[in-house]
């Protein structure tokens, strides 16, 4: 029988700014796949407005199976960070927490070896309002509670011994923090490079075994007989 690659996968996980990661201004996800081509598949499961409540529940629907998943990454948060008034996405502190930990738990039972924590960026709320004037949203955001939420996500990383990418204190180191979001809420193209410039090396770390450099060099492809060269490079099922 014919051996076969192996393609690994690299799973993105979250809400609206993993939606939109391959998009021209969220584009972490695509700097994420250019750097693994050929060793692994970047996968976007991203969805829009969804809390930790509703992507807890609905994991074993969109990702039954994990084979072949050799890393997942997990952003929720910015949504679950909204004021009472927003009944539909708020989600309190404390089963924000839950919910995290249950979604890293399926990944975990289900193969997935590393589980990457992203807390949710820092908010610019002035200008976030704004935006939602502009397209008559009430404004439910509070920067204060956006930064609840993002260290309660980074301190869950440290007490469970999870890798993380705190995007929320790196952005709040920079002075310029506020050019890191396209809208005051998601990440625009500065923002996503950002994010991907923390992610990558992480990443790049903890894939060295798994994902190598799939199938041989053009140069060492046996031009007669290619089939050959790809036998040698297969493991055999």
């Known amino acids: 029988m014919a051996g076969r690659v192996i393609w690994p996968r690299i799973l993105l996980f979250g809400d609206s ?3 939109y990661s391959f998009s021209s201004e969220g584009c972490w996800g695509t700097l994420l796949a250019d750097t693994f081509q050929r060793r692994a ?3 976007n499961r991203g969805f829009s407005g969804y809390n930790t409540r509703m992507c807890r529940d609905m994991l074993p629907f969109i990702a039954p199976d994990l084979k072949d998943v050799v890393a997942a990454t997990v952003l929720l948060g910015s949504n679950d960070a909204s004021l009472e008034a927003n009944t539909q996405q708020r989600v309190e502190l404390e089963e924000y927490i839950s919910n995290l930990k249950e979604i890293v738990k399926y990944f975990k039972d289900g193969g997935v070896k590393h589980v990457v924590l992203i807390t949710p960026p820092m908010l610019d709320g002035k200008t976030w309002s ?9 404004y439910t955001k509070n920067e204060e509670l956006t930064k609840e939420y993002a260290q309660a996500c980074s301190a ?6 999870l890798p993380c990418v705190d995007l929320y204190s790196a952005m709040s180191e920079m002075p310029d923090w506020k050019e890191h979001l396209c809208d005051g809420l998601h990440l625009s193209a500065k923002g996503s490079k950002l994010l991907a410039m923390l ?5 790049e ?8 450099f799939l199938l041989p060099y053009w140069n060492d492809v046996n031009c007669s007989n290619p089939k050959e060269s790809f036998k040698k490079f297969c493991k055999d099922d």
């Open 130 to 138: 704004s935006d939602c004037l502009v397209s008559k949203r009430i």
């Open 17 to 19: 700014i993993t939606q």
């Open 41 to 43: 598949d970047v996968v």
């Open 199 to 203: 992610l990558i090396p992480l990443l």
């Open 156 to 161: 869950l990383a440290e007490s469970s011994d």
């Open 205 to 212: 770390e903890r894939l060295a075994n798994e994902c190598r």
